[in-house]
């Protein structure tokens, strides 16, 4: 589903990424994990399209097609959603709103009738118990004033409504409490089928006690230095990031 | 059916006559000014004799103060010659165009964004209506409905003749002739505009309408409003329409004047969208506007919103009077600059009375290489014990060629007054679009969708219809600077 070939990278004149290989197909779920400034955040920016962020070498295709030139947008609508570390604020855009146009766009790329806001109502209604997000945040504006774990979930609860096929949670897990860490673990199983796949990228293996993850890599310094499987995550928990970086 | 619909469909009602072309010239005063057109312009109008008093004592202290044209304001200009306008004009509409075919097609390309009806259309562009949607009834109906309630709604010359002392007690109570230049040059040739009067303890069965009325015909370039509630009254007045008005004068000096009585509230909406001028600042109106509400009686309430977006320049300060004890204003702006428009707007909120209040909450937005400056004053009088204010102004900019400015003056004589002022300046961050096309949603449409949350306080005081056309209206405004 996802191939990323020789990936380099680099924002402003500093590269971050210096050939990443990867390939992630439906029905997995890859865990990139590395310590801070490793260019864990820039892949997932990346792949999503984050203008900033120029590809001076390699690609990245979705469906065996390159994704290289297409915009955020256009790449929300083949199916890739990008679970942001920090949320931002859309101040008097309520959420509402923001959620039905986002669903909207998605069905009307694909050709199909936009929902009703009846429908959308009871989608919506159902995803929110699910997902434990309180209702009155739902009649705010988008993030406006809401806590951490709050915006975490309600990332979640945007993931559950769109139906991705890629899911990037990009630092997802951090700072959240061990109840939104847990809901996280169970919308992201919940989700998880043969049609899509699932990259987490964290700092931590606490999340990774709720998922199972098909392949987990560490990226060190703008390479992917090791892979193996879930095995490897608690490992790491044990060891630390210094014992992959005395390996290479 | 809504009462926007009755609104336009009225709207419609022309009087145009066939066969006036021949003999127009005859209607219409020679360019310039002077005390026998202040003369003409009353005679025909066929005016009491405190009008003409009024107009003639206006005229003496404008030509005093001609070469004083204010210009403190963050606007220029090329200077008008007040001797090349005409300052009377037959108000009578003549269609200029045989068919919508022959009209400005970008003009056609607005229309349809808007969702203007077509019969609409067809009267903004000019273009001669079929009789058949001139729709008398549906006037009458309306017009019975408001007599029935006691609510006198007609044109200020209209007033003149049956309600002369209504007039005569309130007319220039409020913005004096002795105000300032434009309201002066006003208070000498107004042309027509709009009266109200609420009786007592009446709420305003429906919200009036100035595209509404029924003598739907052109005001001219120097209107004149009057809206007065009586004690315990209560009445919404809307003004404008969203479609881009090709106004043939440049210059548009109007004076609103709005008086509450005891207990009384009057809400006053304006959305402006004016020629702006083509993408070089070329044409477009100049828009020098003085509103003015008189909160006169206790426990009284004004409250002014206003969405401007056309005009080259607007100067337009809609103002509240705080006199009745425990009265209050408030004045909710969103102010939209693109190209080459300039904007000086905000409010004057003098308070008075004790116990009084104020609230202001100015929106701009500036895109292109326009200029756009909130300009307000609070003042709270010695006798204005108890008083608060509050007054939020916030700036978005788009683009890099544009300019955002707050002017806030505050005079407190009193020393219990609470005031309270924030201000802000934003750009749409890269980051909020990035999370906004993440989600599906267009460049376009995500700037589209942050504007319009930036002025989703000032929409909500809208009646709803004209909030749905606000939202329309920044869109085709913003068309080009955004995406």
Known sequence: MLQIENL??????????????????????????????????????????????????????????????????ERANLGIFLAFQYPVELPGIPMKQFIKTSLDAKLKSKNMKETTIREFNEILKVESENIGIDTKLIKRSVNEGFS???????????????????????????GLDIDAL??????????????????????????????????????????????GDAQLAKDLELRGYDWIKSLT | MSQKTISRKSNISSDYKWGFVSDVNSEIAPKGLSEDIIRMISKKKNEPEFLLNSRLKAYEYWKKQKDEEPDWAMIDYESIDYNDIHYYAAPIKQPKLDSLEDADPELIETFNKLGIPLEEQKKLAGVAVDAIFDSVSVATTYKKTL????????????????????????????????????????????????????PKNTKCPMELMTYFRINAEETGQFERTLIIADEGSYVSYLEGCTAPMRKTHQLHAAVVELVALDNAEIKYSTLQNWYPGDSEGKGGVYNFVTKRAKALGNNSKISWTQVETGSAITWKYPSVILQGDNSSGEFYSVALTNNKQQADTGTKMIHIGKNTKSTIVAKGISAGNSNNTYRGLVQILPTAANSTNFTQCDSLLIGDQCGAHTVPYIEVRNNSAKMEHEASTSKVSDDQLFYCMQRGISEEEAHYMIINGFCRGIFKELPFEFAMEANQLLRVSLEGAVG
């Open chain 1, 8 to 73: 380099h990278v680099s924002i402003g004149n500093i590269k971050i990424l210096k050939g990443i290989n990867l390939s992630v197909n439906s029905g997995e779920i890859h865990a990139i994990m590395g310590p801070n400034g490793s260019g864990k955040s820039t892949l997932a920016n990346v792949i999503a399209g984050k203008p900033e962020y120029i590809i001076d070498e390699g690609n990245i295709s979705f469906n065996n097609t390159s994704i290289d030139n297409l915009t955020p947008d």
């Open chain 1, 148 to 174: 951490g774990g709050e915006k975490k979930r309600n990332e979640m609860l945007q993931m559950a409504l769109l139906k991705p096929e890629l899911s990037i949670l990009d630092e997802t897990d951090s």
């Open chain 1, 182 to 227: 847990k809901t996280v673990g169970q919308s992201v199983n919940k989700l998880s089928t043969e049609e899509n796949a699932t990259l987490i990228v964290t700092h931590y293996q606490r999340l990774l006690n709720y998922i199972t993850p098909t392949k987990v890599h560490v990226l060190i310094d703008g390479k992917i230095s090791k892979s």
């Open chain 2, 147 to 198: 007599e029935d309630a006691g609510v006198i709604f007609c044109s200020i010359s209209e007033a003149a003749q049956k309600h002369p002392e209504l007039l005569e007690k309130y007319y220039g109570s409020v913005v004096p002739y002795s105000d300032n230049f434009f309201a002066s040059l006003n208070s000498a040739v107004f042309s027509d505009g709009s009266f109200v009067y609420v």
